[in-house]
C-alpha cells in the first residue's frame, strides 16, 4: 500500500538538521520511504477559495509499506512527532 504523511506546522520546538538527517537516513534503509518535500509557494487554481493548507501543512513524504505496523513505528520516530507535532498518515489506494 502507498501512503502519503503530511507534516503539520505544530511542533512545541522545531527540529535540528541532525535529527531530519538520522531519520531520513534510517528511514532509506526501510526501503518504505519513496521521497518527499517541504512545501513551498501556494498557487491556486480554479475559481473557488479555499483555506491556506500551507499554513497548517508544511511537507510530505511518501511511503510505501505492506506492513503499516512497521510505518506506524517508523512514523513515531518522525522528528515532528519527536518534537510535539503530527504527522498525518493518508493511505493512497490504487484506483
Known amino acids: 500500500m502507498q501512503y502519503i504523511a503530511l507534516i503539520h506546522n505544530n511542533t512545541d520546538s522545531s527540529p535540528g538538521t541532525d535529527e531530519w538527517d538520522r531519520f531520513i537516513d534510517v ?48 512514523l513515531k520516530d518522525h522528528p515532528v512527532v519527536q518534537h510535539g507535532g503530527t504527522i498525518e498518515l493518508c493511505e493512497m489506494p490504487k484506483s
Do not use: C, N, W, Y
Request: glycine letters at 14%; zero cysteines; charged letters at 25%.
Open 27 to 74: 528511514a532509506i534503509k526501510t526501503g518504505m520511504f519513496k521521497g518527499g518535500s517541504e512545501m513551498g509557494t501556494r498557487r491556486m487554481i480554479g475559481q473557488k477559495m479555499v483555506s491556506e493548507t500551507t499554513q497548517s501543512v508544511v511537507g510530505f513524504m511518501r511511503f510505501d509499506s505492506g506492513d503499516p505496523v512497521k510505518l506506524h513505528a517508523l
